[in-house]
């Protein structure tokens, strides 16, 4: 087919930054976490993206994890530029911040990440961003016994194909760590 | 919560790479596209990994996205180290070469995805590996007028919390790059 930015799941994340002194959120399907000790996650953002504009100054930004009934605000956000409308208010995004000064947190959003920015690799058409992971905020309602839970998260995936569409999470298909163990025992 | 390795989803992808002679396979759920014009796709590995060790010598690997069926394959190539077994005889892999001589592609996987290592980021834990997708290939029998489609990639989804599993994909939740719009004419 030749060469496709092409992964399944992607996720639909709202990046966050403070921009010529407000807050503001576009929409990224292209991140993950980038490290494990400690924690690193990176995501790519077009050249010339008003929200990166304000990741570079402050190196300092946050990803929101939404969730489906979201759907709207997170569509609205990967569709118009910061540049020209004040996408806060626009979606009624209740803003905190937490550890870091210049990293707006979507209240709405169950999961919250507060990065500073370690490298910035400046590839072709996009900057790709690593953070490190400076903070995690969990919404209470989202926890079970004191744990995140997927199943009240709810997070928002995003499929490029057949259509461009964002799709639920579905059903559990087998524990990990642990369904491979058969054909271990099977060696 | 502290700083948490946390989004959502994540996907379970199978990346290949040539080591000591033979064709190995590991899951990795920490990756994504990280450019768009020309495709690159990031994935983290942990220092150390056998695969790296493929990756690091030939500068090419396969990322090789698995469906839902393929799960105790995947599973069993995250609990297990190819200096130890022979993974692909253990998952009767069937392997395939495209374009690049040491990028090995899993045929029962309906996407596979041949990478040229282009920037290597040695993160504390991980290794941030960056590849320019060379090719991409798609199972015939996932095609649908020729195009990708999800339905019958049926992707596998990783999830860590509130426990480490897989899921699949579920409904359709709205159209990308317009049910925003509704938002952008309200203002």
């Known amino acids: 087919m030749g060469p496709q930015t092409m992964v399944y799941p992607m996720p639909a994340l709202l990046v966050g930054a403070l921009v010529d002194g407000k807050p503001n959120f576009m929409t990224a399907a292209w991140g993950g976490i980038a490290n494990g000790e400690p924690p690193m996650i990176s995501v790519a953002l077009r050249h010339g993206r008003y929200t990166l504009k304000g990741i570079t100054r402050n190196l300092t930004f946050s990803v929101n994890v939404p969730s489906i009934d979201m759907v709207k605000a997170v569509d609205y956000c990967g569709i118009t530029s910061g540049a020209e409308v004040d996408k ?100």
């Open 88 to 187: 806060v208010k626009a979606c009624q995004f209740k803003v905190f911040y937490g550890k870091l000064d210049n990293a707006p947190l979507v209240e709405q959003c169950p999961v919250n990440l507060e990065c500073r920015v370690v490298h910035t690799l400046d590839l072709e058409s996009h900057s790709l961003i690593v953070g490190r992971i400076e903070e995690t905020h969990v919404t209470q309602s989202c926890l079970t016994n004191g744990e995140p839970d997927v199943n009240k998260v709810k997070p928002l995936i995003y499929i490029r194909e057949p259509a461009s569409q964002y799709q639920a999470l579905g059903e559990v298909v087998a524990k990990a760590f642990s369904v491979g163990e058969e054909l271990k025992a099977r060696q």
